[in-house]
């Protein structure tokens, strides 16, 4: 329980029917009233947490005196409530707390002492992969698969479970941690140890902000901040700028939450908002359902924000109801928010920093790609966009013209072949295929024999078609909304394409139930939508193997081919080795993308296909209206449902509860296990920490261009042969079918550090000193052998290391920024890596990078490693560092690259060390280190 000092006198008592909470009342400090909601949440958790030393009452004043004009100065500490995590990003955390237990002990202290302090949950939903689509038995295989490939890491989880308190499991199979935190785990308010507070939550996962739907504040963090909230170690932030978004209208028919979502992800990324809050407000709001606040509070890593957040209303109070919570917790939301001046007034507008408005009604159906989910297309222009960005993926293939096509067509298929083929003047194809219509744009037809026959694959053919991830597979509206669509879609006699994988991963089970209700599952089934997992899949690359004759095709001819999915990432080489464009879309869009099988399709004028009496039928035959959605949606979900769904939520099946689990205060870890090892940052770790020192002599690892994301840096998706990560594996007797993705592996620091900088995407700039411009993938120059050869960016680190020299990564704008992956910020650190030096940083990865003991730096402003001559040759030395050790941060370090003739490169970079808990963690050598030697000590 808190302890505050309370100077403002407001601890006090809320009676709640016949219950009595003691609360820290807002209304006891001066001009809390006119604050943003969202900073609302924020002073009462000073007041409650307030101890003299790290929340004062000048942090507390600061913020009842908040200037909505001001850039952010004042340090804060912030104390989340509790802790939500995933598999992939929470593993290595109880790896981590696992190897604290030991570490205490060797530093003479009490290992069951290391349990997390805030409560935190695990939902383990990232490691479903959809190996099986499109049969009735596809999920009990996937979820058979699932245990076999990740036995020892689920081993790992229940032993964690047993062992440490406040520390929840739900077991795999059950839904998407963003899902099952807005249906089930959030309280919206908190009760513990007879207080009552707001519910904050971070989590280890960037889309953890799909809570701020519900007013709950949090947001994603690395699994490192994570870990250190979990024990108790507060968030350190500046207090933000907030962005007031008013709402006003209503969305028209046809128009569907995601189109609200990318239009407002293309306003705010327009506009500019990383590293504030949004908060949404005015009388459009209560028209706002939950389920589409969910879906923008989502998508806030992808408009670049902390936090993007609605207060508590009466429809908050509703969803809560549906989702089957108790009438005492109904009672206590609104009471407690109505006493704190929480609950939304739509006539009262506080001062916002910056505003933004939407008209609900001007919104109109979009999609967004090929690569990053801001830039927005009208689907009214999605064909010509596509022909425009076809462009940038295939290389030195003219826009195709009749003749061509028929040639090509004519290559494939003889004339004497019985299936052969020859372009109609509109230039359709009476086989089925992608290369529909594709007069004008780069076209490279292949033949390709499939299950269901024969098909001609080409250029932006739809090759995976996924109903995925936690952006919309929460929101009745537009899942029932995409099942009445494949009703009326086979109703009409239209089917998918053959060449198209088909994904259906809701993200809870609830959805499953309101589909049967409805009677629709036997629609998607027709189409191949047959429910494969309940998980991230698609969303994260868990979209398993393409059919290996496409595979094949594609990779065999260079093919350029596409995949359309309702989820809220599509950055290049994410959802599969195979695809090179990827889209976001509505699930209703995504079964028609299906039906379509190609991304050069306009939906206004091209047909989906002919129905039973031979006319054409176009998409707005078959769209369902929004009345019928929203019957659909009352008669086919109840509360039952979710009470249902949620009452054995910890149980997990028969396999769950029979994997073998070990027992004991601290792990027992199996040297051979490939999935599961002891951390390596404790070792030789004394109780108090070396001065930092100043780097000198370091070479230069990678050398990158703009907008690296964490994508490129952490390890994620499949394994490839031949890669190091493989090579390990294949050393420790790892059969190839075995390798899994290596988001399974987290729990492994010697497979991830060596699939640290090797994204098949990423373009390391110093490869172009030999000629090797272009050269994509995890290689460098090695400068420890002779002339500095080509070599794969672990082999090198290993022999910078073992020769001693540090090691420095340069990059340029938005360096670090999508997903918060702990793994890119510890991967870098055991690679060697001592410095990054960029434009720009993405928050979340700047201070992971802090985290574990790396020194994020800056260019000067308006410069950049191209600017000053920089090409990844040179040798650095960086000065000032070491002023550290006096307790003070300098604002700049000086930098000094040394060229192969011996000409010099200077120049002040600075540090971007932005409070003094991050000094505090630098100086111990990163984050746990500094948690662990106070825990002793205490």
């Known amino acids: 329980m808190s302890k505050s000092i309370d100077s403002f ?3 006090g008592t809320l009676e709640v029917g016949d219950q009595s909470y003691e609360i820290f009342r807002l209304s006891a400090v001066p001009g809390t009233e006119k604050l943003p909601y ?3 949440v924020l002073a009462e958790n000073l007041l409650r947490t307030e101890d003299g030393a790290n929340t004062t009452t000048d942090h507390i004043n600061a913020l009842a005196n908040w200037d909505p004009s001001a850039e952010p100065s004042v340090e804060i500490q912030f104390t989340p409530a509790r802790v939500i995590m995933q598999d992939f990003t929470g593993v290595p955390c109880i790896v981590d707390l696992a190897t604290m237990r030991e570490a205490v002990t ?3 202290g009490d290992p069951n002492k290391v349990n997390p302090l805030s409560p935190a949950d695990m939902v383990i939903d990232h490691s479903v992969i959809l190996d099986f689509f499109g049969t009735a038995d596809a999920l009990e295989r996937n979820v058979d698969l699932e245990y076999q490939r990740n036995g020892e890491r689920y081993q790992f989880l229940r032993w964690g479970q047993g062992a440490f308190d406040d520390f929840k499991v739900v077991p795999p199979g059950m839904g998407i941690v963003h899902q099952v935190n807005i249906e089930y785990l959030a309280p919206v308010v908190m009760t513990r140890h007879g207080q009552a507070y707001p519910d904050t939550c971070v989590g280890t996962d960037s889309h953890t902000t799909m809570q701020n739907g519900l007013g709950v504040l949090g947001w994603g963090v690395g699994g490192i901040e994570a870990e250190a909230a979990m024990l108790g170690q507060p968030v ?5 700028r907030v962005v007031g978004f008013k709402l006003t209208g209503e969305i028209k028919p046809g128009v569907t939450a995601t189109d609200v979502v990318l239009t407002v992800t293309d306003m705010l990324r327009q506009h500019g908002v990383v590293g504030k809050f949004v908060e949404f407000y005015g009388k459009g709001v209560a028209e706002v359902p939950l389920a589409n606040r969910a879906t923008l509070g989502n998508m806030s890593p992808e408009f670049g924000s902390t936090a993007a957040i609605f207060p508590i209303d009466a429809e908050t109070i509703n969803y809560l109801r549906l989702t089957g919570r108790t009438d005492e917790q109904l009672a206590l939301v609104e009471a407690y928010a109505k006493e704190q001046g929480m609950w939304h007034d739509p006539d009262r507008e506080p001062a916002y920093s910056e505003y933004l408005e939407l008209d609900l009604g001007t919104v109109v159906p979009s999609i967004a790609g090929p690569k990053r989910p801001q830039d927005r297309i009208a689907l ?18 003219h826009p195709a013209t009749h003749t061509q096509l028929d040639e090509a067509v004519e290559e494939s298929f003889p004339a004497s072949d ?17 290369a529909n219509g594709a007069e ?16 001609i694959l080409d250029h932006g053919a739809v090759v995976v078609a996924g109903i995925t991830s936690c952006t919309n597979t929460s929101n009745p509206s537009v899942m029932l909304g995409a099942a009445l669509l494949a009703r009326n879609a086979v109703e009409k006699g239209l089917t998918t394409k053959p060449w198209v994988k088909t994904n259906m991963a809701p993200g809870s089970q609830v959805v499953t139930d309101y589909y049967e209700k409805a009677g629709l599952w036997p629609y998607l089934e027709k189409l191949g939508y047959y429910l494969g997992g309940y998980g991230c899949t698609t969303c994260i690359g868990n979209t398993g193997p393409l059919p290996e004759e496409i595979s094949k095709a594609v990779n065999d001819e260079d093919l350029t081919v596409v995949a359309v999915l309702s989820g809220n990432r599509n950055f290049e080489g994410r959802i599969s080795p195979d695809v090179k464009m990827n889209y976001l879309a509505s699930p209703p869009l995504v079964i028609a993308y299906g039906l379509a099988g190609t991304m050069d399709f306009d939906f206004e004028t091209d047909s989906l296909g002919k129905d039973h009496d031979g006319n054409d039928v176009f998409l707005k035959d078959i769209w369902p209206s929004a009345q019928e959605i929203d019957d659909t949606i009352k008669n086919a979900i109840s509360q039952d449902m979710f009470r249902k769904s949620y009452s054995t939520i910890f149980a997990g099946d028969h396999r769950w509860q029979n994997l073998d689990t070990p027992e004991g205060d601290t792990f027992q870890w199996d040297e051979k296990s490939t999935y599961v090892r002891k951390a390596p940052y404790f070792d030789g770790m004394t109780m108090e920490p ?9 070479r230069v690892l990678a050398l990158l261009g703009d907008s690296v994301t964490t994508d490129h840096i952490s390890p994620a998706g499949p394994i490839k042969p031949g890669t190091p990560a493989a090579q390990y594996l294949d050393s420790h007797g790892v059969a190839r079918k075995d390798y899994n993705s290596l988001g399974s592996r987290r729990g492994n620091h010697e497979v991830m550090i060596r699939g640290t900088f090797a994204n098949i995407r990423l373009q390391n700039r110093v490869l172009d000193t030999i000629g090797l411009e272009g050269t994509q993938g995890g290689y460098t120059r090695d400068f420890t052998q002779e002339g500095g050869p080509q070599s794969f960016i672990y082999d090198a680190s290993q022999n910078y290391q073992a020769a001693g020299v540090p090691l420095v990564v340069l990059g340029g704008k938005e360096y670090g920024s999508g997903s918060s992956r702990d793994w890119a910020a510890k991967g870098t650190s055991l690679l060697g890596v001592k410095a990054v030096i960029v434009e720009s940083f993405e928050r979340i990865h700047r201070s992971n990078l802090i985290g574990m003991g790396v020194v994020p730096l800056q260019f000067p402003e308006g410069e950049s490693w191209k600017s000053l001559g920089l090409d990844g040759t040179e040798t650095f030395d960086i000065a000032g560092i070491t002023e550290l050790n006096k307790g003070v941060t300098p604002k700049t370090v000086h930098v000094t690259a040394t060229k192969t003739d011996g000409t010099k490169v200077e120049f002040d970079a600075v540090v971007r060390i932005d409070t003094p808990g991050e000094a505090d963690y630098y100086r111990n050598g990163g984050i746990l280190q500094y948690v662990l030697r106070n825990m002793v000590k205490s």
């Open 440 to 455: 004008g744009r780069p076209s490279k037809p292949v033949r390709v024999q499939g299950e269901g026959g024969e098909f």
């Open 9 to 11: 006198s407001s601890r």
């Open 418 to 434: 019985p299936a052969a083929l020859s372009f109609a003047d509109d230039g359709a194809v009476n086989v089925q295929s992608a």
């Open 236 to 240: 350190s932030m500046l207090i933000p």
């Open 106 to 108: 060797a530093l003479g």
């Open 690 to 698: 070396e001065p930092v020192s100043d780097i000198s002599g370091a």
């Open 38 to 40: 969202a900073l609302k």
């Open 380 to 397: 009214s222009d999605s064909k010509a966009a596509f022909r425009k960005d076809i462009h940038n993926y295939v290389e030195d293939q």
